[in-house]
């Protein structure tokens, strides 16, 4: 069971965004940037090109929804989107409120206290649709 299952059954805790019957978005917990979501289709599958096309469309248009929120919540120039999972052997899909190339690499991290995860991820859910 991935860790990203566990967070879906609810068997650890996430700062939730947004969830339907089948994905949920939630923040990252080591953010490249303020606001850094993951969207994951609640169904635990590897790789994203393993998914079903009908169940990638699914998820691109569950992310489509997500983004706007976070371009809406969160000042950026842009929302960067990119899918790795060499860490989480369970699809998800970043989404990145990015200024600079940088916002993307994955190197440079934010910490956030409690307080901001909370908030963020609260404002965030409260621009969707
Ligand atoms: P990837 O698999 O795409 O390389 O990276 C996995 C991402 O999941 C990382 O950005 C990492 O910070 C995030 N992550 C790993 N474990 C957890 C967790 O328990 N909770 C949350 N919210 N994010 C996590």
Do not use: W
């Amino acid at each position: 069971m991935s860790i990203f299952t566990k967070i879906i059954t609810g068997e650890i805790p996430s700062y939730k965004v947004a969830e339907n019957d089948d994905f949920v978005a939630f923040l990252d917990i080591n953010p490249n940037a303020k606001g850094h979501t993951l969207v994951v289709p609640k169904k635990e599958e590897n790789k994203i090109f393993d998914l079903s096309k009908e169940a990638y469309a699914s998820l691109m248009d569950f992310s489509y929804d997500v983004a706007k929120a976070i371009e809406i919540a969160v000042p950026c120039k842009r929302v960067g989107m990119s899918v790795i999972g060499l860490e989480v052997p369970h699809v998800h899909v970043h989404l990145i409120p990015i200024n600079i190339m940088a916002d993307m690499q994955f190197v440079q991290k934010v910490s956030l206290t409690h307080e901001e995860f909370v908030g963020l991820a609260a404002k965030i859910a409260s621009k969707l649709g």
